[in-house]
Structure formats: structure tokens, C-alpha cells
Nanobody, 122 residues
Framework: QVQLVESGGGLVQAGGSLRLSCKASGRGFTGYYVGWFRQAPGKAREFVATISGSGISTSYADSVRGRFAISRDNAKNTVYLQMDSLKSEDTAVYYC???????????????WGQGTQVTVSS
């Protein structure tokens, strides 16, 4: 089992940057894919990015590809989401989640953090 805690959210102007962190506790972190998802008010939770346990494989939603970068430091049990060129439509609560195999579907993920708010002002 793994526990996840997100941090790094906040208020930023359009065009700015933020880096989110997802700190994991528990055993076997390197065996988990970690995904970032987001949910805006009145909308369904959507996939943002995911990274393999080794960090070699990554995948992104079309809406963020080229602007966001996911990475991980397994020595620190932490996954990061670097968000650049932020737009107002990126405003949402961002969640990290973990599972044993690759998926871009939120329903497939077993473990979730509590979320961190990202607000982009235009």
C-alpha cells in the first residue's frame, strides 16, 4: 500500500509556471506507475500525465503535451509535474495517483492523494 501527498499548487498568472510534487510513503514505490489527474469545477476528472516506475516511460494528454513535464526521483519517493506556459483552462484541483500498471483512466488507479488547487489567472 502507498500513501500520496500533493503539494505545490497555488495562484499563478497565465503564462507562468508551477511545479507540483507528489510525495509517497509506503513500500515498493518504484513498482508503481504514478499519474497526475485534474478536475475543474463541474467537470469530470481528466488524465494529465503518467510515468512508469523506472521513470523511463511517460505519457501526456494532448492538452498539456509540450507544456507539462512529469518526472520522478525514486530516492526521494517523489513524482513531479512541471507546468509551464499555464493557461486559464489549466485551473483545477490536481491529484496524483498510483497503480501497478500503465493506464490513463482514473478508475483504474488504486491510491490517491488529497489534491492541490492550481488557479491560473488571465
Amino acid at each position: 500500500q502507498v500513501q500520496l501527498v500533493e503539494s505545490g499548487g497555488g495562484l499563478v498568472q497565465a503564462g507562468g509556471s508551477l511545479r507540483l510534487s507528489c510525495k509517497a510513503s509506503g513500500r515498493g514505490f518504484t513498482g508503481y506507475y504514478v499519474g497526475w489527474f485534474r478536475q475543474a469545477p463541474g467537470k469530470a476528472r481528466e488524465f494529465v500525465a503518467t510515468i512508469s516506475g523506472s521513470g523511463i516511460s511517460t505519457s501526456y494528454a494532448d492538452s498539456v503535451r509540450g507544456r507539462f513535464a512529469i518526472s520522478r526521483d525514486n530516492a526521494k519517493n517523489t513524482v513531479y509535474l512541471q507546468m509551464d506556459s499555464l493557461k486559464s483552462e489549466d485551473t483545477a484541483v490536481y491529484y496524483c495517483a498510483a497503480r501497478g500498471t500503465y493506464s490513463t483512466y482514473s478508475v483504474d488507479y488504486n491510491y490517491w492523494g488529497q489534491g492541490t488547487q492550481v488557479t491560473v489567472s488571465s
